[in-house]
């Protein structure tokens, strides 16, 4: 199947550790973004990526680092995880362009205890 | 500050009915419109996009566009309960990120 997919589904860890989220888009799309919803629904952009390259960082701690090793390829490193990390996380891609439409993975719900 | 505003809802229409989904923006840059619909506990879902003034239709669904308003809605026609759902509206002015609304949720009641 084409898609956008993300591993894991679920992750549940203790506050202080560090985890990290995989993302993997095989639509032949050269640009990802990861987005965080919060416990109200609400949607936001964290990070986008362009062929490999840092596009946009939207005022997010230094904590979170993400990584593309290829265009296919966007992962998502948390250290020291804090409470209010607890969110699902969303995984994007689309064709580099003005209008790209984006298509979203299925998510990872993140919960830090 | 970027605002792309929707009524929360819920939205109640009945079954076969037209449901109208409401969503302005701050940016006038905008160039990119979005709906997006979520159903409880899975990831947004792209139904409908629109670039320019006007009307868009597919299927059941139009999407409606006005600049000069800032204003972009989502009408579903024949509104069935498989559609009960939160839409988001979506907007970009680069293409690099989404700015959504908080989305409204939408109820079709048999």
């Given at each position: 199947?084409?898609?956008?997919?993300?591993?894991?589904?679920?992750?549940?860890?203790?506050?202080?550790?560090?985890?990290?989220?995989?993302?993997?888009?095989?639509?032949?799309?050269?640009?990802?973004?990861?987005?965080?919803?919060?416990?109200?629904?609400?949607?936001?952009i964290?990070f986008s990526?362009?062929?490999?390259?840092l596009i946009i960082n939207e005022?997010?701690?230094?904590?979170?680092?993400?990584?593309?090793?290829?265009?296919?390829?966007?992962?998502?490193?948390?250290?020291?995880?804090?409470?209010?990390?607890?969110?699902?996380?969303?995984?994007?891609?689309?064709?580099?362009?003005?209008?790209?439409?984006?298509?979203?993975?299925?998510?990872?719900?993140?919960?830090?205890? | 500050?970027?605002?792309?505003?929707?009524?929360?809802?819920?939205?109640?229409?009945?079954?076969?009915?037209?449901?109208?989904?409401?969503?302005?923006?701050?940016?006038?840059?905008?160039?990119?419109?979005?709906?997006?619909?979520?159903?409880?506990?899975?990831?947004?879902?792209?139904?409908?996009?629109?670039?320019?003034?006007?009307?868009?239709?597919?299927?059941?669904?139009?999407?409606?566009?006005?600049?000069?308003?800032?204003?972009?809605?989502?009408?579903?026609?024949?509104?069935?309960?498989?559609?009960?759902?939160?839409?988001?509206?979506?907007?970009?002015?680069?293409?690099y990120a989404?700015?959504?609304?908080?989305?409204?949720?939408?109820?079709?009641?048999?």
């Amino acid at each position: 199947d084409t898609a956008v997919s993300q591993t894991p589904k679920y992750l549940v860890t203790q506050m202080g550790n560090d985890k990290s989220i995989k993302c993997e888009q095989n639509l032949g799309h050269d640009t990802m973004y990861w987005y965080k919803q919060d416990s109200k629904k609400f949607l936001k952009i964290m990070f986008s990526y362009n062929n490999k390259e840092l596009i946009i960082n939207e005022t997010v701690p230094n904590r979170f680092s993400p990584k593309s090793p290829d265009k296919a390829h966007l992962n998502l490193h948390i250290n020291s995880l804090e409470l209010g990390d607890s969110a699902v996380y969303f995984c994007a891609s689309s064709h580099w362009a003005p209008r790209g439409e984006q298509y979203f993975g299925p998510g990872t719900r993140l919960t830090v205890t | 500050q970027k605002e792309v505003e929707q009524n929360s809802g819920p939205l109640s229409v009945p079954e076969g009915a037209i449901a109208s989904l409401n969503c302005t923006y701050s940016d006038r840059g905008s160039q990119s419109f979005f709906w997006y619909r979520q159903y409880s506990g899975k990831s947004p879902e792209l139904i409908m996009f629109i670039y320019s003034n006007g009307d868009k239709e597919d299927g059941r669904f139009t999407a409606q566009l006005n600049k000069a308003s800032q204003y972009v809605s989502l009408l579903i026609r024949d509104s069935q309960p498989s559609d009960s759902a939160t839409y988001l509206c979506a907007v970009t002015n680069s293409g690099y990120a989404l700015n959504f609304g908080k989305g409204t949720s939408l109820l079709v009641t048999p």
